[in-house]
């Protein structure tokens, strides 16, 4: 439910240490894009606490006065997909002015372009892989399509303005996954504009230096057999990110053990995240951690824990729910934050609809709040999950160093 559907609220602002007992004469509450940083959301749906319903304005904003601190938000959304999605979203504990609020923003419109050129200086190596990347600051990124000639065609969207700039990078390697030798690297930065076709753009490759990262991987035993993943990021100083695994990931199945992995030296600073998740009935975790490479020496010694998810307590699969139910877990790791992440899917009409829930708390129970914007048909079937994250907080970028687990998808019916 968390890949289709998870709504980002993992970068909302939290403060050092809390006020409480003191008051915000006038707080503002900032909604922004997840996917494209700094852009704001416009008719956003807000609530502080008890305070009224308000919209944020142009500039993303809402305001609210005499506010107590810490304090809770609520947005809500909608957009048209495969359904009709209602997505609420309340996170608890916030100390910040303004209090910034990413959102996944699916229902706006894009804009689009098509980049098309040819990477150079290849080796001639019949035995080499060529990848294209376009990506932008904020974690969005296009693979394109490339000919053994090197030439390439990709189609980006991007959202807010109309024209707006990302890199392009290419790669030349050997054909594992991931590459165990880089041949040649190569990047530009380019200007885009909505509709408009960028061609004849040449991506020359010169030569790069590798260096390994290495260590060890620890699985608990409780998550039993399943498919445990790596995941290779570049992390650019423009914070956007190229990954170095291609989809699909390999992976190896229930086992710990050592790793050691080859990463190209692309420019600095240069970091490198790890990804190692996997799961069985629909459960994941994993740990991602940061590490410097740009001085060329191997790092080695690294150790990742892959968790265990939360257990319930109530309610029991397939028990009614609606507002007043108390949602309750066991609790994670110590200073673990949780998300209970609920989605119920009715026909009203001839329209199919999906209703969405993120609570985020660090208690280890929630109850969904009542929203007057739509009302959940009774019988509705609907999944829930709790998830886990133990990230440092605030989070500064799309790939933050941490652990989390989701826990399986209990069912249930609306009352």
Request: glycine letters at 10%; hydrophobic letters at 45%.
């Amino acid at each position: 439910m968390r890949a289709a559907c998870a709504l980002v609220m993992a970068a909302m602002a939290w403060t050092a240490c809390s006020s409480a007992g003191s008051r915000y004469d006038e707080l503002v509450v900032q909604t922004i894009s997840a996917q494209w940083p700094g852009t704001p959301l416009e008719g956003i749906r807000v609530q502080v606490d008890d305070s009224a319903w308000a919209s944020t304005d142009a500039h993303g904003n809402a305001t609210f006065r005499n506010v107590g601190r810490p304090f809770t938000v609520r947005t809500y959304m909608t957009y048209q997909g495969a359904a009709l999605y209602h997505r609420v979203a309340e996170v608890d504990g916030l100390d910040a002015n303004p209090a910034v609020v990413p959102l996944d923003n699916l229902h706006y419109d894009s804009n689009e372009a098509t980049i098309a050129g040819v990477v150079t200086n290849l080796s001639g190596s019949a035995a080499s892989l060529v990848q294209v990347i376009a990506a932008k600051p904020g974690g969005s990124l296009w693979r394109a399509q490339v000919a053994r000639d090197g030439s390439f065609q990709v189609q980006v969207h991007w959202e807010g303005p109309s024209t707006n700039s990302l890199a392009v990078h290419a790669f030349e390697s050997d054909t594992a996954n991931p590459p165990t030798h880089y041949l040649g690297y190569g990047s530009l930065t380019l200007p885009v504009s909505n509709g408009v076709a960028v061609t004849g753009l040449t991506v020359p490759l010169g030569p790069v230096a590798e260096a390994h990262v290495a260590g060890n991987l620890e699985i608990a035993g409780a998550l039993g057999e399943g498919t445990y993943l790596l995941g290779l990021w570049l992390k650019f100083p423009d914070e956007s990110a190229v990954p170095l695994v291609r989809s699909p990931a390999g992976g190896r199945a229930g086992v710990s053990g050592p790793f050691d992995h080859v990463v190209p030296m692309v420019g600095a600073p240069l970091s490198v995240s790890f990804s190692f998740f996997g799961g069985n009935t629909g459960i994941s975790a994993g740990e991602r951690q940061r590490v410097e490479v740009g001085g060329g020496a191997p790092a080695t010694g690294l150790a990742f824990e892959v968790g265990v998810p939360v257990s319930f307590v109530e309610p029991a699969a397939g028990a009614p729910i609606g507002t007043g139910t108390s949602f309750r877990w066991a609790a994670g790791p110590d200073g673990a934050n949780y998300d209970l992440l609920v989605l119920c899917q009715d026909t009203v009409g001839l329209d199919r609809r999906a209703l969405w829930w993120e609570i985020r708390t660090s208690a280890t129970q929630a109850r969904l709040p009542s929203v007057p914007f739509f009302a959940t048909a009774v019988g509705a079937a609907c999944d829930w999950q709790v998830s886990w994250q133990k990230f440092p907080l605030p989070v500064a970028d799309v790939l933050p160093p941490g652990r989390w687990s989701d826990s399986a998808l209990r069912t249930a019916v609306w009352q």
